[in-house]
């Protein structure tokens, strides 16, 4: 069974970066596809990032494209979201997921991840 542990949340000026781990154990870390989902205070959660088990397929929602990028790192069994010009706007908890996955198109729907990690806090201040 696969586990998800994420790290690297905090509170932020807006403009400031931040960069989120999510460590997973368990499992072939190379054969899961991994993805970055965020819940604001009041909101429903929303995709934010997603990968391909290989790491050669990357997409983003429309809101974080060109600021923030997800990597995954096979031999260390992690996947990151580097956060860069964060708005307030990005205050959420994020969440890492895993699915065992062979396409090479990365899932972005959140019904499709069998394992979820606690979430990490992300506060940007303005």
């Known amino acids: 069974q696969v586990q998800l542990v994420e790290s690297g949340g905090g509170l932020v000026q807006a403009g400031g970066s931040l960069r989120l781990s999510c460590v997973a154990s368990?499992?072939?870390?190379?054969?899961?596809?991994m993805g970055w989902f965020r819940q604001a205070p009041g909101k429903e959660r929303e995709f934010a990032a997603a990968?391909?088990?290989?790491?050669?397929?990357?997409t983003y929602a429309d809101s974080v494209k060109g600021r923030f990028t997800i990597s995954k790192d096979n031999a260390e069994n992690t996947v990151y979201l580097q956060m860069n010009s964060l708005k307030p706007e990005d205050t959420a908890v994020y969440s890492c997921?895993?699915?065992?996955?062979?396409?090479?198109?990365?899932?972005?729907?959140?019904?499709?991840?069998?394992?979820w990690g606690q979430g990490t806090h992300v506060t940007v201040s303005s």
């Open positions: 368990g499992r072939t870390f190379s054969s899961l596809a």
């Open positions: 990968i391909t088990r290989s790491g050669g397929s990357r």
């Open positions: 997921a895993a699915v065992p996955s062979a396409t090479i198109v990365p899932h972005t729907v959140a019904e499709t991840y069998r394992v």
